[in-house]
């Protein structure tokens, strides 16, 4: 008999199995992932400039790093966060900061997932309300997950060298 609850392995949700299967480049269930999927319908009509959808991608990428994710998402998901948590990066300029990155030649390490989550999910975001609220979730998210990864701070902070202001 199945369970008629799931529990996300990167998030620790409990939502209601409803036998979706687990996305092959996230360690989740595939439950966490459709709501993750909802989201995203939310944070791409935000639109571009801001592009809120680049930091939402990066506060789920790295909660959601572990078992078939490929370092180069976790490593970019972590300097995304960085970026926006202590350096005020919009969206927008953590979307660019990534496509410079893109173009060099580095070795990603195999960064090791915490062992606590943080206390936010995308369940938590989509329950604020839509606008100005959902977005300061998107960005307390981020910080949260964030603040769990303290054992890969200094390779982010290091790797985000290039793409800071001199
Ligand atoms: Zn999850």
């Not at 939402?56 to 078939?68: E, K, P």
């Not at 998402?73 to 979307?95: C, D, H, K, N, P």
């Not at 989509?126 to 997950?145: F, M, P, T, Y």
Request: aromatic fraction near 8%.
């Amino acid at each position: 008999m199945k369970s008629s609850i799931v529990k996300c392995p990167g998030c620790g949700l409990m939502l209601p199995n409803r036998s979706i299967a687990e996305p092959p480049r996230f360690h989740a269930s595939g439950e966490c992932m459709e709501l993750y999927h909802r989201l995203s319908v939310y944070t791409m009509a935000r639109g571009r400039e801001a592009f809120i959808h680049q930091l939402a991608l990066d506060a789920y990428g790295a909660q959601h790093s572990g078992a078939g994710t490929r370092p180069i998402t976790t490593a970019f998901s972590l300097i995304g966060l960085y970026l926006a948590a202590e350096r005020g990066f919009t969206g927008r300029q953590v979307q660019l900061a990534h496509m410079e990155l893109g173009r060099q030649k580095i070795a990603w390490p195999e960064l090791t997932p915490p062992a606590s989550a943080g206390g936010i999910t995308v369940q938590d975001v989509l329950h604020a309300e839509e606008g100005q609220a959902r977005d300061a979730a998107i960005r307390d998210w981020g910080r949260s997950v964030w603040d769990e990864w303290t054992h890969a701070h200094a390779w982010v902070r290091e790797a985000a060298k290039p793409v800071l202001p001199a």
